[in-house]
């Protein structure tokens, strides 16, 4: 009996909590454009530290991702004498499946860990109960810029991680596995399609980036002001970013390409 | 008891006020008035709720029961929209400063004015010299808040918190952490301010020295309630036994030095072990 109260009181404080992000989301992203110039600087400032700053670890991590793909798949591949669908097998799986998936894992522990911290950080300096004196909703100053920032970088940094990926994996199977150039490209043209593979690759990034971007703001905004609050919200934040991402992963796989 | 003095021109009247942290009680029915256009100190040891009171006073935080009002207007029966625009006529001194890290000095103190003004830039440049001025720190005005110390970063807050023109102005522990000059300088700045500009200053202090030297009105609050309210002169003169703890930093008197211990946790185990009978039998006596 003990156990299901407790259960029912968890499920009850689980359901509290997801409320009240939910309307803090809501508040902060309807409160945003009060002024175009201060609305587009403030923006502007977050595109550059969420995503242009994400783009060295983003373009790395998809070219080395794609070099391995590669080579795992020519191996298989040459057993029986497919080499060339290597284009097909590396393009069809950084655009389904890993593109979306690593980018976003990334993101939230290089831009959400970030997010979390900064935000915290001027709550515990008492920055934003300076804005809420200075009759400025620190919703709409702090959270909103940031929020919208993390949708639009993430589908981008995920295509951008895509033809880092296919590159790196071209140099690999062209350029040392001596696959034939042509039939890399061409078998890649047939495969991949636009509406199911890339949109649908694009769709879950920005999926993934709503999750991603909103754990980061409120662990942020919610966290306890001090260093030890700061550092577990911080952890919070990667890891149920990693599940969320994970875990809607699978639901919108299902969903798409789950129709057998 | 000193009686609080009659203030018929009352700027913030705090009626029956209670508030409650978890089941920690800060407040308990206080009830206190802040004169228009003077200066009131509000003391009274580390852990009163004297913070609090500003963020309650501010409306940050709502109270358990009882009402605020601030220039007649209950700030907690407000709007969001319509308590940001009682805000713009408060300014608030952070105790940390609470200076944005990413502006520069000039452009912390031009944010109130960009964000609540249609001032023209030039116009806005020209009031941030002269509010840096009054607070001695226009040559810092390109310095990054990081590269200032303690003293200037608080004068620096407080020409950011006086830049509209505030009505009322709210010192948190202004003095806490400064060295004797730069206690010095608040102190005249405070008074100069309030002087010149006739703003209502309410001062959260436990600075007896400082806070006295500028008071025209003090309140003193210890366990959750008003001990004691009148002139820095009545204070002064008090005979309360409370009072004269406070005011002469006794360790020991009505105010106790022992936290009090409930029963769950009188018993401290740090080794999360069985308690030796020595150290029971030390329990709630005096440091040997």
Not at chain 2, 65 to 91: C, D, P
Not at chain 2, 174 to 185: E, R
Not at chain 2, 217 to 235: F, M, N, P, T
Request: net charge neutral.
């Amino acid at each position: 009996m003990k156990v299901i109260i407790s259960l029912g009181a968890w499920l009850f404080d689980w359901l509290e909590a997801v409320g009240r992000a939910g309307i803090f989301l809501v508040q902060s992203v309807c409160r945003f454009p009060v002024r175009f110039s201060e609305s587009v600087n403030l923006l502007v400032k977050q595109l550059y530290s969420v995503g242009v700053l994400s783009l060295v670890i983003i373009l790395v991590s998809g070219a080395f991702i794609g070099m391995v793909l590669s080579l795992q798949g020519y191996s298989i591949l040459a057993k029986f004498g497919s080499e060339e669908a290597v284009g097909q097998l590396l393009a069809l799986s950084l655009l389904r499946e890993l593109s979306p998936v690593v980018t976003a894992l990334l993101f939230a522990g290089r831009a959400g860990s970030s997010l979390t911290a900064e935000i915290g950080l001027m709550k515990a300096t008492e920055q934003l109960s300076s804005y809420e004196m200075m009759g400025v909703d620190p919703l709409r100053r702090v959270i909103a810029p940031r929020f919208i920032a993390g949708v639009i970088c993430l589908p981008l940094l995920s295509l951008i991680f895509s033809a880092s990926g296919i590159l790196g994996g071209q140099l690999v199977s062209v350029g040392w596995l001596g696959v034939y150039d042509g039939a890399f490209w061409s078998s890649m043209q047939q495969s991949v399609h636009f509406d199911t593979d890339i949109m649908n690759g694009v769709i879950k990034a920005v999926c993934f980036a709503v999750v991603v971007t909103w754990i980061a703001v409120y662990q942020g905004y919610e966290c306890v002001p001090t260093s030890e609050g700061i550092g577990k919200a911080t952890t919070r934040t990667v890891v149920l970013s990693s599940l969320a991402i994970l875990a809607l992963d699978f639901v919108l796989t299902a969903a798409m390409f789950g129709d057998f | 008891m000193i009686k609080g003095v009659s203030v018929v021109d009352a700027y913030i009247r705090v009626n029956d006020l209670s508030f409650f942290r978890g089941d920690r009680v800060i407040y308990e029915n206080v009830s206190l008035t802040i004169p228009k256009g003077k200066i009131t100190a509000v003391m009274g040891p580390s852990g009163t709720g004297k913070t609090t009171l500003l963020r309650l006073i501010a409306a940050q935080l709502t109270p358990t029961a009882g009402t605020i009002f601030v220039n007649g207007q209950n700030v907690h029966a407000l709007s969001r929209t319509e308590l940001y625009k009682v805000r713009k006529k408060m300014g608030m001194l952070f105790q940390s400063g609470a200076l944005f890290t990413d502006m520069s000095v000039a452009e912390n103190v031009a944010f109130p004015m960009e964000e609540h003004t249609k001032l023209s830039a030039k116009e806005i440049a020209s009031i941030v010299s002269d509010k840096l001025h009054s607070v001695g720190l226009r040559g810092a005005a390109k310095m990054m808040p990081a590269e200032l110390s303690g003293g200037m970063a608080r004068r620096v807050a407080l020409a950011r918190a006086i830049a509209l023109d505030p009505e009322l102005v709210m010192y948190d522990e202004p003095f806490t952490g400064q060295d004797p000059i730069s206690k010095g300088v608040l102190v005249k700045l405070i008074r100069q301010l309030n002087d010149s500009a006739n703003i209502t200053s309410v001062l959260v202090s436990h600075d007896v020295k400082e806070s006295l030297s500028i008071a025209d009105h003090v309140c003193i609050l210890a366990g959750g309630r008003v001990i004691a309210e009148g002139s820095a002169k009545d204070i002064l003169a008090s005979e309360d036994p409370e009072v004269r703890q406070f005011l002469n930093g006794e360790p020991d008197g009505p105010v106790p030095f022992h936290y009090p211990e409930s029963v769950d946790d009188s018993d401290v185990d740090l080794q999360g072990g069985p308690q030796s009978v020595a150290s029971k039998s030390n329990k709630g006596g005096a440091i040997q």
